[in-house]
Antibody, heavy 118, light 110 residues
Framework: QVRLVESGGGLVKPGGSLRLSCAAS????????MSWIRQAPGKGLEYISY????????NYAESLRGRFTISRANAQNSLFLDIHTLRPEDTAVYYC???????????WGQGTLVTVSS | QTVVTQEPALSVSPGGTVTLTCGLT?????????PSWYQQTPGQPPRMLIF???SRSSGVPDRFSGSIFGNKAALTITGAQADDESDYYC??????????FGGGTKLTVL
């Protein structure tokens, strides 16, 4: 079955950087668009970014453009999110999700918690 | 900036029917926005319920249905059960690789 496992979260100081990873299994990773979505503690879901199958098409939520970089390594069945200049308001659980052609997110990982604090 | 609106909280009696809505601060939601719905319980990732307005995800009970209701997308739960008590999120596709989530509806079954 489809499995997505995020890793790389943790406690980071403001201004720091982090790379989140998402290991995919149970499906042909290179056949699917992928995305990152986050959820601040006690808050709603926020779309961050998506990447096409081959990684050639990428987009970001307008409000998050600039500090986030999505990428993928199809040979390793992995999705990545680099976050730079971290701010306390970036504290959230970060989910990777598989994106289907009908523009919906059909499978989600368990998430990885990023805490930005001094 | 486009904002997707949802009722912050709703309640339903066991066995009752409730409709959650998903609107836009400017404009109407239509099928071209590909509205989808997700259920989330505390400590768990979201689970997709409905995609492309009214298509039910595999394994989702048929008491969950999606539609366009007026100028909004709608999720209707018919015959609510105790374990339907969850947060529900809609998401709208604006095009150009941009999705916007609603703020979520906290549904209480009591």
């Amino acid at each position: 079955q489809v499995r997505l496992v995020e890793s790389g979260g943790g406690l980071v100081k403001p201004g720091g950087s982090l790379r989140l990873s998402c290991a995919a299994s149970g499906f042909t990773f290179s056949d699917y668009y992928m995305s990152w979505i986050r959820q601040a503690p006690g808050k709603g879901l926020e779309y961050i970014s998506y990447i096409s199958k081959g990684g050639t098409t990428i987009n970001y939520a307008e409000s998050l453009r600039g500090r986030f970089t999505i990428s993928r390594a199809n040979a390793q069945n992995s999705l990545f999110l680099d976050i730079h200049t971290l701010r306390p308001e970036d504290t959230a659980v970060y989910y990777c999700a598989r994106l289907r052609q009908g523009n919906y997110f059909d499978s989600w990982g368990q998430g990885t918690l990023v805490t930005v604090s001094s | 900036q486009t904002v997707v609106t949802q009722e912050p909280a709703l309640s339903v009696s066991p066995g009752g029917t409730v409709t959650l809505t998903c609107g836009l601060t400017s404009g109407s939601v239509s099928t071209t926005y590909h509205p989808s719905w997700y259920q989330q319980t505390p400590g768990q990732p979201p689970r997709m319920l409905i995609f492309s307005t009214n298509s039910r995800s595999s394994g989702v009970p048929d008491r969950f249905s999606g539609s366009i209701f007026g100028n909004k997308a709608a999720l209707t739960i018919t015959g609510a059960q105790a374990d339907d008590e969850s947060d529900y999120y809609c998401v709208i596709y604006l095009g150009g690789g941009v999705w916007v989530f609603g703020g979520g509806t906290k549904l209480t079954v009591l």
